[in-house]
């Protein structure tokens, strides 16, 4: 990806004078696009590896793959945030791996851990380098030396079992390289999270992705069924059968770690043959509730599709406004849900018409198929849009939570009026949107997306709105996240989330495979 910009250049999408009124008539946003900076404008603090430790590197993988020039560190200076972005345009000097290193195969991984702990070395594991919560930021955690982990030469698929439906990749395979893996073979992942194009195997199951097709596949530690890590006090190889009664489940110690407990080479996944057809279907709702608890009905009835997602009235209209009418018979107002089915024929004829009749047995109006192909087309265009709102003068940020159907809308309430109050006060008026991201018959996730003015410090502007929205999330008993991760940005809220014993719980598992701390310090463990 670009070091300054989520995903490659050839995307970067420019404004048009329509949605630039829009932005400076709706929330005074200067709207004067800047060009991109200049990557020669970043500068980066010197490396602190010393020449011995280099040629230690050197030695153990090989001198290629062990890199200090600034344009492979700066591509390596942390996620794809908001902020992150911000800092990463700044021409102050910016944090940095002090080396990249690239290993080949798990025995190298476990080599360098041993290394890095012996010689006091942090480690921070980099996939694809999607983090938006601080997952991957080169944090020394009082180290003299960090380095960054970059797992893309990890990028096989070491087994296929046809059988079993069981697929065995290294962790550097990213969403759209397993897919022409197993694609050869008339098998999918169906793993589509809005980071798909690049994000790894390793990264989805180091943070419990969940992909937007998670209502008919799961989320993606419900798909792992093997993890293979390396530590620094040595490997482990977790899970033998679909299930088991052996104690606690330790791969779920990993799944989910952040590489703060190990890191991860290998993933064997369940996955499932190429689907033989997919039915598109849009509905509008006239409100949030109704639209909710339509797509309850359909959950806990079990006709669930592949993808189910609810758009709240400002979402759905800041959609018509930048797209034009979806089609159909779409309203200007209202919620609009998207649902995709995806199986065999008759599979797919007798779920798509059972959700059909529940939806509109719950007040929804058809608006046919486009929609849900448009939707589908540009699933992974938001980002490429953010980076341009941004260039624009306006904060754009998301955040994620998940709570219980009866508590889903105090939820939508106190995370947008902590996030309206919180940014209105600093003199940039919000606009807080909203969506039903992923659905389990017990409850869902909301994803918020804010808008708004920079002020001249955007980066405390959003500090301060974020706050306020994690403390809301607390408040009324939800989680602070339900598939970013935790990293950096989240963990104030982690005792709150686990608990005090929680936490000690955590850190114990850190003490017995990173003793010496160096693994992705400053994350995750309250």
């Not at 620094?232 to 330790?250: E, Q, V």
């Not at 929680?502 to 850190?510: D, P, S, Y």
Request: net charge negative.
């Amino acid at each position: 990806m670009e070091w300054d910009a989520w995903g490659v250049a050839e995307f970067r999408k420019q404004l048009s004078p329509q949605v630039l009124s829009l932005l400076s008539s709706a929330l005074g946003v200067d709207a004067e696009q800047s060009p991109p900076p200049e990557e020669s404008a970043a500068v980066l603090r010197p490396t602190n590896l010393t020449e011995g430790h280099r040629t230690d590197l050197d030695d153990l993988i090989g001198s290629e793959h062990v890199r200090t020039d600034d344009a492979t560190r700066l591509r390596h200076a942390g996620g794809k945030s908001t902020p992150d972005l911000l800092r990463r345009k700044d021409t102050e000097p910016q944090d940095a791996p002090d080396a990249v290193v690239l290993p080949g195969s798990h025995d190298e991984v476990l080599a360098l851990l041993r290394y890095c702990a012996a010689e006091a070395i942090a480690v921070v594991p980099f996939g694809g380098g999607t983090s938006v919560v601080g997952g991957v930021d080169p944090a020394r955690g009082g180290f003299h030396e960090v380095i960054a982990l970059d797992l893309r030469r990890l990028d096989a698929l070491l087994d296929l079992d046809t059988v079993s439906g069981i697929a065995t990749l290294q962790a550097g395979v990213t969403g759209p390289q397993a897919e022409q893996l197993l694609g050869t073979h008339g098998f999918s992942l169906g793993h589509f999270p809005q980071s798909f194009q690049f994000a790894t195997i390793g990264g989805f199951a180091a943070t419990r992705s969940s992909g937007q097709a998670s209502a008919g596949y799961g989320r993606f530690d419900d798909m792992v069924q093997r993890v293979r890590v390396a530590t620094p006090t040595g490997d482990l190889d977790l899970g033998r059968a679909p299930a088991s009664a052996a104690g606690p489940d330790l791969r779920e110690l990993f799944v989910g770690s952040e590489g703060a407990f190990g890191i991860i080479t290998e993933v064997a996944v369940r996955v499932h043959p190429i689907p033989e057809t997919t039915a598109y279907r849009a509905w509008s709702f006239p409100d949030f509730a109704t639209g909710a608890a339509a797509l309850r009905t359909v959950i806990q009835t079990g006709a669930t599709p592949t993808v189910m997602r609810l758009s709240d009235e400002a979402e759905t209209g800041l959609n018509l406004a930048l797209a034009g009418d979806v089609g159909g018979e779409s309203p200007a107002a209202g919620c609009l849900a998207i649902t995709t089915f995806e199986g065999t024929a008759a599979h797919v004829e007798s779920r798509h018409a059972e959700a059909c009749a529940l939806l509109a047995a719950a007040g929804g109006t058809d608006l046919g198929e486009q929609p849900a192909r448009s939707w589908e087309h540009g699933r992974y265009d938001a980002p490429y849009l953010r980076d341009a709102l941004l260039n624009a003068g306006a904060i754009v940020e998301t955040l994620e939570t998940a709570t219980t159907w009866s508590n889903l809308s105090n939820l939508r309430t106190a995370v947008t009026t902590a996030l309206t109050e919180s940014l209105t006060a600093q003199g940039t008026p919000a606009l807080v949107m909203c969506h039903i991201s992923h659905t389990y018959p017990t409850g869902a996730s909301l994803y918020f997306t804010v808008v708004c003015a920079q002020t001249a410090d955007p980066l405390t502007q959003w500090a301060a709105a974020k706050k306020a929205a994690g403390d809301a999330i607390v408040s009324v008993g939800a989680t602070i996240t339900h598939h970013h991760a935790v990293g950096r940005d989240h963990r104030p809220w982690m005792s709150d989330e686990v608990g005090e014993l929680g936490g000690r719980v955590l850190q114990a598992v850190k003490d017995a495979v990173d003793p010496t701390g160096i693994l992705n310090p400053g994350k995750l463990i309250p």
